[in-house]
């Protein structure tokens, strides 16, 4: 065991945890368990490749050079073994100086066949008491991400169009792209009910303001020229209203010689003026009436 005699009391510890998956936290974050399970470990990650993915699991989204190149930045690995065996075996093991392999308890379903009976691919690394058990993280796994996408199949053919991708490129078939054809038409339909509020809302409000401008203009000009004549007719009042509060001459002196006169008043009627004739009530009133 080459590093562990030189770089005591170092163990290493592979990880299968990323050899079929994506980068992803979750994962990530069970590399951190297996690089804290021991005081200064060695973490070596092993990474399978494409093909024998495929083969015996199923499609990736990361390509395995893309798996290999995360790996490598992710700072709690210390080496990487490119194109992993799906089965590990104790002349793997130690070959790279393996002292545990780190996974979560779980037994993991061998379909190539090669665990025997057990169907678990970790079962004799278990009996050898090389096993280190990770706890399962919650975070964002390689099935939900294709889920997601599977869930907006339609919404990210549209971003991708957006951004220059053709439905050639992104190898769309003939179903889904009459249904992208729809989705756009009727997105364009609403996008110019949209523009046409708009523009109707702005015209509203520019016919508001005019209305507002003309009223008070309207209201401006009233006022300028029935103003004046108002004053004139208040004017004519006023005159009128003075006339009627002043007294007549003939008829103050009338009532001076009725004064005079005392109950004389009455023999002396017939000095007056025609137009008026003054008498003395019984209770000293003056009154006067027109013939």
Same mark, same amino acid.
């Given at each position: 065991?080459?590093?562990?005699?030189?770089?005591?009391?170092?163990?290493?510890?592979?990880?299968?945890?990323?050899?079929?998956?994506?980068?992803?936290?979750?994962?990530?974050?069970?590399?951190?368990?297996?690089?804290?399970?021991?005081?200064?470990?060695?973490?070596?990650?092993?990474?399978?490749?494409?093909?024998?993915?495929?083969?015996?699991?199923?499609?990736?989204?990361?390509?395995?050079?893309?798996?290999?190149?995360?790996?490598?930045?992710?700072?709690?690995?210390?080496?990487?073994?490119?194109?992993?065996?799906?089965?590990?075996?104790?002349?793997?093991?130690?070959?790279?100086?393996?002292?545990?392999?780190?996974?979560?308890?779980?037994?993991?379903?061998?379909?190539?066949?090669?665990?025997?009976?057990?169907?678990?691919?970790?079962?004799?690394?278990?009996?050898?008491?090389?096993?280190?058990?990770?706890?399962?993280?919650?975070?964002?796994?390689?099935?939900?991400?294709?889920?997601?996408?599977?869930?907006?199949?339609?919404?990210?053919?549209?971003?991708?169009?957006?951004?220059?991708?053709?439905?050639?490129?992104?190898?769309?078939?003939?179903?889904?792209?009459? /249904?992208?054809? *729809?989705? +756009? @038409?009727?997105?364009? &339909?609403?996008?110019?009910?949209?523009? %046409? !509020?708009?523009? #109707?809302?702005?015209?509203?409000?520019?016919?508001?303001?005019?209305?507002?401008?003309?009223?008070?203009?309207?209201?401006?000009?009233?006022?300028?020229?029935?103003?004046?004549?108002?004053?004139?007719?208040? /004017?004519?009042? *006023?005159? +009128? @209203?003075?006339?009627? &509060?002043?007294?007549?001459?003939?008829? %103050? !002196?009338?009532? #001076?010689?009725?004064?005079?006169?005392?109950?004389?008043?009455?023999?002396?009627?017939?000095?007056?003026?025609?137009?008026?004739?003054?008498?003395?009530?019984?209770?000293?009133?003056?009154?006067?009436?027109?013939?």
């Amino acid at each position: 065991m080459r590093q562990l005699e030189l770089l005591l009391p170092f163990l290493h510890i592979t990880s299968e945890l990323l050899s079929r998956h994506a980068h992803t936290v979750s994962n990530a974050q069970a590399l951190q368990q297996a690089k804290t399970a021991f005081p200064n470990a060695v973490l070596i990650v092993g990474c399978c490749s494409d093909p024998l993915t495929h083969a015996l699991k199923g499609q990736t989204v990361l390509q395995d050079e893309e798996r290999y190149s995360s790996l490598r930045h992710c700072r709690h690995v210390d080496e990487l073994i490119e194109n992993a065996p799906w089965v590990l075996n104790d002349e793997f093991l130690d070959e790279h100086d393996i002292d545990f392999v780190a996974h979560d308890a779980l037994p993991y379903t061998d379909s190539s066949g090669s665990a025997g009976d057990s169907g678990d691919i970790y079962a004799h690394i278990k009996q050898q008491g090389r096993f280190l058990e990770t706890k399962r993280t919650t975070g964002v796994s390689t099935t939900e991400l294709i889920v997601r996408i599977i869930k907006r199949y339609d919404d990210f053919i549209s971003r991708n169009v957006k951004r220059g991708y053709s439905l050639d490129d992104m190898d769309v078939p003939l179903l889904n792209r009459v /249904n992208h054809a *729809a989705s +756009a @038409a009727i997105d364009a &339909a609403a996008a110019v009910v949209r523009t %046409a !509020g708009k523009n #109707a809302q702005i015209l509203q409000k520019r016919l508001q303001d005019r209305l507002e401008k003309n009223a008070a203009e309207f209201q401006e000009r009233f006022v300028k020229v029935f103003e004046p004549l108002q004053q004139r007719e208040r /004017n004519q009042h *006023a005159k +009128a @209203a003075g006339r009627m &509060a002043t007294p007549s001459p003939t008829g %103050a !002196g009338a009532a #001076a010689a009725g004064a005079a006169g005392g109950s004389e008043s009455s023999d002396s009627a017939g000095d007056l003026p025609e137009a008026d004739i003054v008498a003395v009530s019984p209770r000293g009133r003056k009154l006067a009436r027109k013939r």
